[in-house]
């Protein structure tokens, strides 16, 4: 059951607060003892200042009411630390709570500084304290507050490298807060800075990079329109570079992201390349689909995997999300996924095959031979298949399919004098901007 | 005067030292006239009883020595004049000496240049170059002074030539500096060897073993005279060694140690100096240092010496030395573990008196020296041994056996850096020892662990037999500073020869330098490739960008870079990978210069003359004849693969065959080999290859396998049934597909069955590779899935049509050519594509880039790659086809770009510059030698 859950893998690239809303999936699902995922709660926790949470979760796993000194002790060390920041952050929360004061500040940064240094006697000091304070409310769980915060300091801070970190603070708290379209935002944001930055080592970037594409998933799987910008975001060649170097695993997301959308077809021979460099790397039923079906065209074997995807797709806290409708849920993405991967193996199938037995075809497409029938009409009336059924002798037809030589050729040229007339008028601007100067 | 020396000469030498003179003039008088029998003579002497036996030509002598008298007379004033820097008296002295020349050959009636003379001239020439080197003391001189020195600088010049032969020879035995002529010289050596024999430094001694034979003679004419006779014997040095030292131990000081050991390495260097002689000096003086930090600035002199035993670049340091040498940088580990306050430093010049400081001084004390670089050194001499010993005597392998002890020295030297924090160093000592293990098989590796063991074993019985001279110490003088062993003698090796690797290349990827880290990256991953870790191997290739950078690096790296990829190539055939195995592999034998390429022998070239400069600096690159990688295998390897991708291909493209080429090399051969009027049963490996090819083309893959098989290097691989095995599948594999490309239009229908049986391959296999034929449009067929058949199109384009479609395909290679200008010149703006490579680029060194595999890399380019062509080419046209963005259009053109320009084109860029690298850097490979050797 366990053995394709990827938490271990993730886990290390996300904050250790983003980790809880996998394991209390993992929870849910029952794939580990429960003692197992409280301990590690509390592990997480132990490092956080939400100890209330880790104490409750102490007394469900031992069962007792008593709570450990160490426990007791930070507990109070973090109401304490929480008062000095609070005090510290003071002034500067205060003018920003009062909207009257708020609406003074303007778009010029300097200027936000001079005029708080000038009539609030809000100077730097009072600012770090803000981050501190922000950062402080985040370890306390409480993410809106923390967004709020690290969104001013933002506006205010010119230390680019704290800059940089509030944001990923931002981005984590909104996730945690499942403000899906702003996490969004933050995402892209941070993507920029990412991109441009120079860092001191290639590693450190491609590092960041990773870090950005663990956190994104929860975006991507929850936002609407997540599947193609999953597709946007891995698929450069930059952030396929990093999976491949140092997370092959979220090679699994992308292919979802892949099979479920069907207009991507243009990067998926690439795709399947990049699957197949890294088959030693990592391999999970997904990815072995893919390669079944489009490198060894082995469609038993395609067969095996569609089903062990399916578990997979279930036991993965992204791919997996439930929704509740009335009194059963689903899994919107599980029945995506399954209808296009027949779809997958169907076409593959029919390209290289003149006759097809309907009855193996049926078995292969894990239907009956009713569902099968049905299907592939619904497929010929919309046109998707260029086929007939014989129905006498329980086949499909396909219409043999040859391109027209003649088409071909245009096609060939067709894009040739697109591509020409675009390097003349190039040429041209280039000359004009020369001979100009 | 004369019978004074002949009475002297039973007695004490010791009185006479200012006779020395009249001594070197009478025995030159004496070598002049008895010179061929010398060596009667020397016994004589040593019997002390020649008196008598001279007796009547004792009137002639005197007369003779007379002339003598005057000659030395005359070379005394030459050496006062040199004193003072008088070139006016020595020009003068000079015309002299000839004219008495004259006069001693007329009386001696010989033709012999009597050796007095020579070194006069020796002298004179040495101390005429000195002082035109000396361009400061020139410009000083007076006028006439430096008049004179021009003049004598002619006249030596044209005199000197009459005597070419004999001051060379004299060169060639400058055993010392000291008065007296040639054959006394011989005498005092040989005989301060048996001295030093008598002495404690016996070990230092035994190993010479230039000298040891005529030592064992001498042992027993000296022996007798042990009490005064040695001592009257010994060279004037060390004798005053003796003096200073021997005679009194207890009132030696630091001062006179200090004093005697400033003097010794003064003349380091130095024409007649004796190099051999110095290291025992040296030897002595260590045990007499009064302080371990003197000690070990003695020892570090000592080191280098020995170094300086073997003056030239291309031979290698007598064995023995290099055993004494590592012994003492030993000693000189352990002085420096025991003393952790003594700095060794080659920065900062230490304080004159810093060694002054005793044992238990607290401080720090600087000594100079470079441990790292003394390593270096150690390890470049033994390579030149190994390279220059004949691999196929014992002698070869006698010397291997000395590697652990090489791997002991590193190994204390790197922890000893490490303790000290100096990683830098450290790391340039790991990559030392990576060098020694890269090539090692595991099981080889575990023979040189289980030598490294036994060894040890063996060394303890030779230590013990090592104590008798340690009880002998005492009797002469007791060595001040006795140093214990603390450092191990025994190297550990982990278990497995791939930890020992990863610890020391993690180390090396830390700390080293940029040459370091890449070799060490290189070693890292020919070892990898030799255990079979295909993948991991080409990832560090890959994301060390190392084939871009490798132009540039030196020669050796360059080796070694070859060397790598020959191995990558192995291990990719091993494991199945014939289109990786094939693109490692074609590099390598596209220019025909395999030997030269991997250092394994010279190769000859018909239009290339070396010049015997160039012949001398490869052979000073060659590998060891057990490092080499098996030539056979290799072109065996690279050949079958070539055949396992080209066969296919010739038959898919029959009508086209010079549009497509895997691989140039075997089409050639494989014309060669058709051109020939009757083919005889295979003889070398090319023949076998051809055979199976002419097998596999015809679709009869048993015979194709036999062929193969019945190549004898298999036996060399370790896992030769799997491999064998493999190669029976892929070659099944490829004669399905040649197979159908070539008798396809003849069926209109084909049953699976029926190609199973005949193939021999497994029905989901089977149908797998057609199927995959299918999809890629190389065969124009679908399944009949309830027959089971395979039923052929007949879609064959007919002359027009293929014409056209050619042309299409050279249009768009035309407007992509277009467009790569442009953005060359312009350096692209609206193609995006430059941007796109940068950014492959900033991974440098982190990333295992994706796309960039293809486009640097053209090992993927064998199925995989053609497959991208061929939708290029043909019907697929993906690139064109509506819909396509501009971003994946740029992506494509890599793959695409490189199957047009062709492997050979791409790469013979490559290779070329490569080859040219080669070419110029020959100067630079020398400068490289002398700065490890500095």
């Not at chain 1, 099979?259 to 990067?267: A, D, E, G, H, L």
């Not at chain 2, 000396?134 to 010049?157: G, I, T, V």
């Not at chain 2, 030993?330 to 400081?357: A, G, R």
């Not at chain 2, 296919?648 to 090399?665: E, F, L, Q, W």
Request: proline share 3%.
């Amino acid at each position: 059951m366990a053995t394709h859950d990827l938490t271990p893998r993730i886990a290390p690239n996300l904050d250790r607060h983003l980790v809880f809303p996998l394991l209390e999936f993992l929870q849910e699902r029952q794939l580990y003892p429960d003692e197992q995922i409280l301990k590690a709660k509390i592990e997480l926790l132990n490092k956080t200042n939400m100890v209330d949470y880790a104490m409750d979760i102490h007394k469900s796993l031992y069962r007792t009411e008593d709570v450990p000194q160490d426990m007791v002790e930070r507990r109070a060390e973090v109401v304490a630390r929480l008062k000095a920041l609070e005090e510290a952050a003071a002034p500067l929360v205060s003018f920003l709570q009062n909207p009257n004061a708020v609406q003074e500040l303007r778009a010029d940064k300097q200027y936000n500084l001079q005029m708080l240094n000038d009539r609030y006697q809000i100077g730097t000091d009072q600012i770090e304290a803000l981050y501190q304070y922000a950062k402080f409310q985040f370890e306390c769980g409480n993410y809106s507050g923390a967004a709020d915060y690290l969104y001013q300091y933002r506006a205010l801070c010119t230390n680019s490298e704290r800059s940089l970190s509030a944001l990923w603070g931002k981005l984590a708290a909104e996730i945690l807060m499942q403000n899906w379209d702003i996490a969004f935002e933050e995402l892209n944001r941070l993507k920029e800075i990412i991109d441009s930055k120079s860092y001191a080592s290639p590693l450190n970037q491609v590092q960041s990079r990773i870090w950005l594409m663990h956190w994104s998933l929860f975006i991507f799987f929850n936002h609407d329109n997540g599947r193609t910008h999953i597709i946007d975001l891995f698929n450069q060649d930059k952030y396929l570079n990093a999976i491949q170097t140092n997370a092959p695993h979220l090679l699994r997301y992308l292919a979802t992201a892949l099979i479920v959308n069907k207009r991507r077809r243009t990067q998926f021979k690439d795709f399947i390349k990049v699957i197949q460099q890294e088959q030693y790397a990592f391999k999970d039923p997904i990815t072995e689909f893919l390669a079944c079906v489009y490198v060894n065209y082995d469609f038993d074997g395609a067969q095996k995997k569609m089903r062990e995807c399916e578990e997979v797709i279930l036991n993965d806290p992204f791919l997996g999300k439930r929704v509740e409708e009335g009194s059963f849920s689903t899994v919107p993405l599980r029945d995506e996924f399954l209808e296009n991967a027949r779809l997958f193996i169907f076409e593959t199938y029919c390209r290289i095959h003149q006759r097809i037995d309907m009855g193996v075809l049926s078995d292969k497409l894990n239907l009956n031979y009713e569902e099968a029938e049905r299907w592939i009409v619904n497929l010929i009336t919309t046109s998707k298949l260029d086929a007939k059924i014989d129905s006498k002798s329980g086949t499909i037809v396909m219409e043999p399919n040859h391109p027209n030589v003649y088409q071909q050729i245009i096609d060939h040229t067709k894009a040739l004098s697109g591509r020409t007339y675009k390097l003349v008028n190039q040429l041209l601007e280039k000359a004009q901007t020369q001979a100009a100067r | 005067m004369s019978s004074r020396f002949w009475t002297a000469q039973g007695d004490s030498d010791t009185e006479e030292e200012e006779s020395d003179y009249e001594d070197g003039v009478e025995r030159g008088g004496a070598a002049g006239e008895s010179a061929p029998h010398a060596g009667s003579r020397y016994l004589q002497t040593n019997a002390s009883d020649s008196d008598d036996s001279d007796g009547q030509k004792r009137v002639v002598r005197s007369a003779k020595d007379k002339r003598f008298e005057e000659m030395s007379a005359t070379v005394d004033q030459m050496k006062n004049a040199m004193k003072i820097n008088d070139w006016v008296s020595l020009q003068e002295s000079f015309d002299k000496i000839n004219k008495q020349l004259e006069k001693v050959m007329r009386v001696t009636e010989s033709d012999k240049v009597p050796t007095l003379y020579i070194k006069a001239l020796v002298m004179l020439e040495d101390f005429l170059s000195q002082a035109l080197a000396n361009k400061d003391a020139k410009k000083k001189m007076s006028s006439s002074n430096a008049k004179a020195l021009n003049s004598m600088k002619q006249k030596l010049k044209k005199n000197n030539k009459q005597y070419e032969d004999l001051i060379n020879k004299y060169r060639e035995h400058p055993e010392s500096e000291e008065e007296g002529d040639e054959d006394e010289e011989m005498e005092e050596d040989e005989d301060s060897g048996s001295e030093f024999e008598e002495d404690p430094s016996k070990i230092a001694m035994r190993s010479d073993s230039e000298e040891d034979e005529e030592d064992e003679e001498d042992r027993e004419d000296s022996a007798a005279e042990v009490g005064g006779g040695w001592e009257k014997k010994m060279s004037k040095k060390d004798k005053l060694m003796d003096k200073q030292f021997m005679k009194d131990p207890s009132e030696i000081t630091w001062d006179t140690v200090n004093k005697k050991f400033k003097e010794i390495v003064a003349v380091r260097g130095r024409k007649g100096t004796g190099r051999i002689e110095q290291v025992e000096q040296l030897t002595f003086l260590t045990r007499v240092a009064k302080t371990p930090a003197q000690k070990l600035e003695i020892l570090f002199s000592v080191v280098s010496a020995q170094f300086d035993v073997n003056p030239s670049l291309s031979g290698h340091m007598p064995i023995n030395v290099w055993k004494k040498c590592v012994q003492n940088m030993l000693v000189i580990l352990d002085i420096l573990v025991q003393h952790s306050n003594i700095l060794v430093d080659d920065v900062v010049e230490p304080e004159e008196n810093e060694t002054q400081k005793g044992a238990d001084y607290k401080g720090t004390i600087r000594v100079w020296g470079n441990l790292v670089a003394f390593l270096e050194r150690v390890d470049v001499e033994f390579f030149k041994s190994l390279q220059c010993i004949d691999p196929h005597t014992r002698e070869y392998v006698e010397r291997l056996r000395d590697e652990p002890l090489f791997l002991v020295l590193a190994q204390n030297v790197q922890d000893y850096l490490e303790r000290v924090g100096d990683f830098k160093a450290a790391a340039k000592v790991a990559l030392r020892r990576v060098e020694l293990i890269y090539y090692k098989p595991q099981e080889v590796y575990d023979a040189m662990k289980n030598l490294a063991e036994q060894t040890e074993d063996t060394e303890n019985g030779e230590s013990e037999a090592g104590e008798e001279p340690r009880v002998e110490e005492s009797r002469g003088p007791p060595a001040f500073v006795v140093t214990p062993e603390v450092v191990p003698r025994k190297p550990t090796f982990p278990e497995n020869s791939r930890t020992l690797m990863d610890i020391l290349v993690s180390l090396i990827y830390n700390h080293g330098d940029e040459r370091t880290k890449a070799r060490a990256m290189l070693c890292d991953i020919y070892h990898h490739a030799i255990l079979d870790e295909f993948s991991t191997a080409r990832d560090l290739l890959l994301m060390s960008h190392l084939q871009d950078n490798v132009q540039h690096m030196d020669i050796s790296t360059q080796i070694l870079f070859n060397r790598a990829m020959a191995q990558l190539g192995l291990c990719a055939f091993r494991v199945g990978l014939i289109a990786e195995g094939h693109g490692c592999l074609s590099e390598l034998y596209s220019g025909g210069r395999v030997k030269e390429l991997l250092a394994q022998g010279v190769s000859q070239s018909r239009y290339h003359e070396k010049t015997p400069e160039q012949e001398r600096i490869e052979r000073r690159r060659q590998m060891p004849y057990h490092m080499h990688i098996n030539l056979e295998l290799l072109e065996g390897v690279h050949l079958i693969c070539a055949m396992l991708l080209e066969v296919p291909n010739m038959a898919a493209n029959t009508h086209d065959a010079k549009r497509k080429v895997i691989s140039k090399t075997f089409r050639r051969l494989l014309e060669v080999s058709e051109r020939q009027t009757f083919t005889g049963p295979p003889e070398n490996v090319r023949d076998h290859v051809m055979a199976a090819t002419r097998a596999l083309s015809k679709g009869d893959f048993q015979k194709a396998f036999d062929v193969i098989k019945s190549l004898d290097f298999w036996k060399l691989l370790r896992n030769r049934e799997d491999v064998l095995e493999m190669l029976r599948a892929k070659i099944k594999e490829e004669a399905l597909r040649t197979y159908l490309f070539t008798y396809s239009s003849s069926y209109n229908t084909l049953s699976l069955d029926q190609l199973t049986k005949m193939f021999d391959l497994s029905e989901t296999l089977t149908h797998s590779i057609i199927s995959k034929m299918m999809v890629m449009e190389e065969l124009h067929a679908s399944w009949d899935q309830p027959t089971r058949c395979i039923v052929f199109h007949d879609v064959e384009h007919t002359r027009l049509q293929a014409l056209s479609f050619q042309l299409t395909d050279k249009l768009s290679i035309l407007a992509e050519n277009n467009e790569r200008a442009y953005e060359a010149k312009i350096g692209g703006g609206g193609l995006d594509l430059p941007l796109r490579r940068r950014d492959g680029q900033d991974y440098a060194g982190a990333a295992a880039v994706g796309g960039k595999w293809q486009d640097n890399f053209s090992f993927s380019q064998g199925r995989q790659g053609s497959s991208g062509v061929r939708t290029g080419y043909g019907a697929g046209g993906r690139p064109f086809g509506p819909g396509s963005s501009a971003g994946t259009f740029s992506r494509d053109r890599g793959g695409q770009s490189r199957g047009t320009g062709g492997y050979s084109g791409g790469y013979q860029s490559t290779r070329s510059a490569v080859r040219g690298s080669q070419m110029d850097t020959s100067t630079r490979m020398v400068s490289l030698n002398r700065g490890v050797r500095a």
